[in-house]
């Protein structure tokens, strides 16, 4: 079974701010999937990929497949960012995904 | 819209009790998943079904049963026989296949207490 690591647990930062999160997992895998969950406890899908990189607005999510590694950046951070991000990976099987414990991301104004 | 709808948002149950959480999709999605959420802890999957009448255990299935009869709803009953139920459970959905399949579209969420 997959083993999902995330780091940091816990990140606080100023507004504006850069913020990276990192995710490795042990296993190949068919798709990573980067996941916002917002303190009311719902959770959104915010990328899928399975090589290179993808953006969407201030978001930018990276994957290296030989280092079995991903990274979640966040251009200009606000404090609307604040929630907790999860890494999650797939292995194309019909149970769904594998989850990290999450990070934590507090931006404070 | 299309969504999960995730029933009752808040519950509270005493031991010895069974308690059904209702999850509902108008997506026509025909996989759906049940995970359990513990603080400082991943997500982790209770059952799943990827069609009508069919459903798997996933890693914490005891204590846990379900049923899906009709495509649209995934409905997980925490038995009195589940030693710690007190959690937040989320519901999920996706396609079966193809580009979709494993996207997950989530519920709001059950946040379960027991007294």
């Known amino acids: 079974k997959n083993e999902v690591e995330q780091s940091p647990q816990n990140l606080t930062a100023q507004e504006g701010e850069f913020i990276t999160i990192n995710c490795s997992y042990s296993v190949g895998i068919s798709a990573l999937h980067w996941l916002q969950q917002h303190p009311g406890g719902g959770i959104v899908s915010l990328f899928m990929l399975s090589s290179g990189k993808k953006k969407h607005g201030r978001l930018i999510a990276t994957i290296n497949i030989q280092e079995k590694h991903s990274s979640l950046h966040i251009t200009a951070s606000h404090p609307r960012d604040s929630a907790v991000y999860i890494c999650a990976v797939s292995g194309g099987g019909a149970d769904g995904l594998t989850f990290g414990k999450g990070t934590h991301l507090i931006i404070q104004p | 819209d299309g969504g999960i709808t995730q029933s009752p948002k808040y519950l509270f149950r005493k031991e010895g009790q069974n308690v059904t959480l209702s999850c509902e999709q108008n997506?026509?999605?025909?996989?759906m998943y049940w995970y359990r959420q513990d603080p400082g802890q991943g997500l982790r999957l209770i059952y799943y079904?990827?069609?009508?009448?069919?459903?798997q255990k996933g890693d914490i299935a005891e204590g846990y049963s379900v049923s899906r009869e009709k495509k649209e709803s995934f409905p997980l009953t925490v038995t009195s026989a589940q030693k710690n139920p007190t959690a937040f459970y989320l519901c999920a959905s996706s396609t079966r296949t193809g580009v979709g399949a494993n996207v997950l579209t989530f519920g709001a969420g059950s946040r379960l207490t027991v007294l």
């Open positions: 997506l026509n999605h025909d996989a």
């Open positions: 079904s990827q069609i009508v009448n069919d459903f």
